[in-house]
């Protein structure tokens, strides 16, 4: 593989004066440098990580965005050159900032992978939009504008598939009247188990709409924002689960009632040897099969649990989740999509492929999830996201609504 790196120079940020403050709202101002040769870089794309606010710049890499208070995350984008992210906070914002930005390197060998659209890339591209857009009625109606971007290998690694992007991707969402510009970090998708990982920085912009139009939009954005991992943890973060229509249950683990022992699996092979009915031998070999099973299995437990059992606060007013255990949770005030419904039944799954089941009294079409932590602490913040983002492993219906469904996190329900 050959790469060309010639020596940059490193990230300089320049911090003068207090902050600019407007009407409750900041202001985060300044101007995006090529790192190398210290010239302007214009048609920078500069933005608040999940939101819909940003800016260009202009020809002398200037750009202003009106940000409401709270800790952001600014993120430049620019064909050519590496993401730029900058974490911040309106406490400490300053009144004009200089952000140096580094060239990409040229990889000669992912350029020339990226211009094969053979049968093969088309397939995976295909396999990429049920994964990363989803199978939602809003995923449905997506449309990714430039998919040429896109550098798709389902080689490199057995039963994997991976994709990156040489620009930021475009995406269409009608059903909910914004154009996603995606800055696509990486993407894995597990072929056998289904389980996909994907990061990158979203940035949304309202399309205009008809009036006509805006009472059934509004609808929709509710619906997507409503029952998401971003509105769990919002009203996790406020105290609010139970007055948001969430129920929480406890997980335990328990042996496998469907395993069969060693013992039993050996009589049973015995037994195959001898008969010579094949409606036995079918049995037996069910039996068989079952000694391969997972020992133990998570079932939900009549426990219930409540938002205030899940988090802490420290001394300095952060708010983390701090349960330890896997949790399930039904989101009782939508029910689940029938494309959601046909894809469980598909893979076998009552719920969803973790083998875990439940009975509670609540509708069976109401919206069931659950949640593990794999850190030892994620902090929450009010605006619905939270950190580390891979310290959250989601299973269910939050994990099956994806891109199609993503709402930025300035959302509100309130005008």
Not at 165 to 183: D, F, K, M, S, W
Not at 355 to 378: C, F, H, K, W, Y
Not at 400 to 410: A, I, Q, R, S, T
Request: aromatic share 12%.
């Amino acid at each position: 593989m050959q790469k060309f790196k010639p020596i940059y120079f490193f990230l300089l940020l320049v911090f003068l004066l207090p902050p600019t403050k407007v009407f409750s709202q900041y202001v985060i101002q300044g101007k995006v440098l090529d790192a190398e040769t210290l010239e302007p870089v214009e048609f920078a794309t500069v933005f608040i990580n999940n939101s819909t606010f940003g800016d260009v710049s202009d020809s002398e890499g200037h750009f202003s965005i009106n940000i409401p208070p709270g800790n952001h995350e600014l993120v430049i984008s620019f064909m050519g050159y590496q993401t730029f992210k900058y974490d911040f906070s309106t406490q400490n914002l300053m009144q004009s900032y200089e952000f140096r930005i580094l060239p990409e390197p040229i990889d000669l060998e992912e350029t020339e992978v990226s211009i094969k659209r053979d049968r093969t890339w088309y397939r995976n591209l295909d396999v990429f939009k049920v994964h990363f857009l989803g199978q939602s009625i809003n995923a449905e109606r997506c449309k990714i504008l430039n998919p040429e971007v896109l550098v798709l290998d389902a080689e490199s690694e057995k039963g994997k598939l991976k994709a990156r992007a040489r620009e930021t991707v475009l995406i269409e969402n009608p059903n909910l009247g914004y154009t996603i510009q995606y800055v696509l970090e990486g993407f894995e998708l597990d072929l056998e188990s289904g389980i996909a990982r994907f990061a990158g920085y979203p940035y949304f912009i309202e399309e205009d709409v008809p009036r006509r139009r805006q009472r059934s939009l509004q609808k929709n954005r509710e619906r997507a924002f409503n029952g998401s991992i971003a509105h769990f943890i919002r009203s996790l973060y406020l105290g609010k689960v139970e007055e948001e229509g969430y129920e929480l249950y406890a997980i335990e683990r328990i042996p496998n009632p469907e395993l069969t022992s060693e013992e039993m699996a050996d009589m049973a092979q015995q037994e195959l040897r001898k008969s010579p009915n094949p409606l036995v031998r079918d049995s037996l070999k069910n039996i068989i099969r079952r000694k391969d099973l997972t020992r133990e299995i998570e079932q939900v437990t009549e426990t219930r649990l409540y938002g205030k059992d899940l988090v802490e606060v420290s001394r300095n007013g952060l708010t983390f989740l701090t349960y330890d255990k896997p949790f399930y949770l039904i989101y009782k005030e939508e029910v689940e999509e029938v494309a959601f419904i046909k894809s469980s039944i598909d893979k076998d799954a009552q719920m969803f492929t973790s083998g875990v089941a439940v009975e509670t009294d609540v509708s069976t079409s109401a919206q069931r999830s659950s949640i593990r932590m794999l850190g030892n602490a994620v902090q929450l913040f009010e605006n619905g996201s939270y950190f580390h983002p891979y310290d959250l492993m989601i299973e269910g219906y939050m994990a099956w609504e994806k891109v199609g469904d993503l709402m930025p996190f300035n959302y509100s329900l309130k005008p």
